[in-house]
């Protein structure tokens, strides 16, 4: 069963709907978001990740950054088969104030590529949890 005050990087509150409460961009994050992972791929259940238009943190770390990349790409070469096979899709959130759907739409490609899971935006929050709640029917 799944606990969500053990989860920092993920709120399961709405399990198989995951929203992402930062953007794991640190390796502390990464690994957070790589063991918080194999607990939500443990259900053996379909779920979907959104990722809410979330701020990014100060650049100051460039290198702390390129470590939790490092983390999540290793995760990865074990992970990403039972990642394809639960994870139904991730749909990130456009912000409006940023005007970034098409650069998002245009990432999406790659990060499907890298993930092994099919990514969607979704032009608001609640489009996100329609199309969310759509995915794991």
């Known amino acids: 069963m ?5 989860f920092v990087v993920m709120d399961i509150e709405q399990f198989p709907v995951i929203t ?8 502390e994050d990464a690994n957070n ?3 918080e992972m194999d607990v939500v791929l443990s259900e053996k259940r379909k ?8 701020n990014k ?4 770390h460039k290198k702390e950054d390129m470590e939790g990349m490092k983390a999540v790409r290793r995760w990865l070469k074990e992970g990403k088969a039972l990642l394809s096979e639960y994870c139904a899709g991730m749909i990130m ?3 409006p ?8 739409v245009q990432l999406s490609s790659v990060i499907s ?5 099919s990514v969607f935006v979704a032009e608001t929050l609640d489009k996100s949890y329609i199309q969310a709640n759509e995915l794991v029917k």
């Open 113 to 117: 590529a890298v993930y092994g899971v």
């Open 97 to 104: 104030q940023k005007n970034d759907k098409e650069q998002l």
């Open 33 to 35: 978001w790589t063991a």
């Open 20 to 27: 992402m409460k930062i953007f794991p961009e640190t390796l």
């Open 57 to 60: 943190k100060d650049k100051a």
């Open 2 to 6: 799944l606990n969500n005050k053990k």
């Open 93 to 95: 959130t456009a912000d």
């Open 47 to 54: 779920f979907v990740l959104i990722y809410p238009s979330i």
